[in-house]
């Protein structure tokens, strides 16, 4: 073991000029173990002196040495626990609409020409609907009653004429106030005429199995019949003012009828 006096240098230590420090005042105990390699023993306050920038440059090696090292040990980092939604309640049951009440109308000179009112009318019952039929010169009077009947107990409405009947379910739904549905229903029969005429075959073959007529019949029916929707004027008022007062001069309608009072020019035909 070799002892330095305090005014001895060692021949590792750094030199004072460069680094700045002094050693301590104490006595410095250096042991050497193999030529080169030097190790330092405190007594008291004394220790060994080092350049810092050996310092830095001996812990940037071990921070490279160490790196893989730190960051395989390193722990994963947790991934977040998925939280777990609670399924949205089941919708809640539709309840089933109460039997409606069905009116049927017929048109002019309905015991003659609207008989198909009455046979309808008795399947309707047959199959357990609540059904009755009306002349159309009543429909106003009978579209109280179905309101007055709605109020007191909810229920759907059909309203089904023929001819001049079918004008009756206009009237009706009026009565409701229900003019912007009568336009809807309006275009949409009219959008189905022109359909039912470009696809005369599958609309006969469905007609044909609704009424119970041969297929071959319906479709020459259709066909022939050939209707188109007309917008009310003043000459379609007019045309059917005369067929009311014919009416009138055989005696099958008691007094003249003002037909203006049953046309509403509201209702206009889309393009």
């Known amino acids: ?37 030097a190790s330092a023993s405190r007594g008291g306050t004394a220790g060994l002196m080092l350049d810092p920038r050996r310092i830095v440059v001996l812990a940037a090696v071990a921070l490279l040495a160490l790196g893989p090292g730190l960051a395989a040990a390193s722990p ?15 919708p809640a049951p ?14 002019a ?16 019952t047959q199959a357990g609907f609540s059904a009755n ?19 007191e107990s909810p229920a759907p409405i059909v309203l089904i004429g023929h001819s001049m009947g079918g004008l009756c379910s206009i009237v009706i739904s009026e009565m409701a106030a229900k003019r912007d ?19 005369v075959d599958s609309f006969s073959a469905t007609l044909a199995r609704i009424i119970g007529i041969a297929p071959e019949a319906a479709r020459l029916q259709f066909a022939r019949r050939q209707t188109v929707w007309r917008p009310i004027d003043a000459r379609i008022v007019a045309e059917q003012q005369r067929t009311a007062d014919f009416y ?3 005696g099958l309608l008691k007094q003249r009828l003002e037909v203006a009072t049953t046309f509403d020019a509201g209702f206009p035909l889309t393009a």
């Open 248 to 250: 009138v001069k055989v």
């Open 1 to 37: 073991m070799l002892r330095f006096r305090r005014d001895q240098k060692h021949p590792l230590a750094p030199r004072a000029s460069r680094t700045g420090f002094r050693a301590p005042n104490s006595t410095q105990s250096v042991v050497t173990k193999r030529p080169g390699e």
């Open 109 to 124: 000179m309905g015991p003659i020409f609207s008989t198909g009112m009455d046979r309808l009318e008795e399947k309707l």
């Open 94 to 107: 539709i309840e089933p609409l109460p039997p409606p009440k069905i009116y049927l109308f017929r048109g």
């Open 76 to 90: 994963a980092k947790s991934k977040r626990a998925a939280v777990a939604t609670a399924a949205p309640p089941p």
């Open 181 to 199: 549905a009568l336009r809807d229903f309006l275009q949409r029969v009219v959008r189905a005429q022109v359909w039912s005429y470009r696809h």
């Open 133 to 151: 039929v009306y002349e159309f010169t009543i429909c106003r009077w009978i579209g109280d009653r179905a309101i007055a009947s709605y109020k």
